[in-house]
C-alpha cells in the first residue's frame, strides 16, 4: 500500500522494491524504441522536473534509489 502523508522520496519506495523486475524489463522495452538524440535530450533536461513538477520528481527520485539500473531521464 502506498502511504501518500510520507515525503515523496519515499512514497514508492516498496513498490519500486516488489516490481523491480517489471520495471527494469519495461524500461529497457520502452527505452529501446526511442531514438537516442531524444534519450540524449532527456538526459539533459531531466533535472527541470524538479522545479516544475517537484513532488513527481521527488517520486521518481525515490524509485530510482531502489532500482539504480534506470536513471532519472
Known sequence: MIDLD???????????????????????????????????????????WEYTNNEQYEEIKGMTLMIPEISMA
Not at 524500461?27 to 533535472?47: C, G, K, Q, S
Open 6 to 48: 510520507l515525503p515523496p522520496v519515499q512514497r514508492f519506495q516498496e513498490v519500486a522494491k516488489y516490481y523491480h523486475d517489471d520495471i527494469i524489463s519495461t524500461h529497457a522495452a520502452m527505452v529501446a524504441d526511442v531514438p537516442a538524440i531524444i534519450n540524449y535530450f532527456f538526459e539533459l533536461t531531466y533535472w527541470i
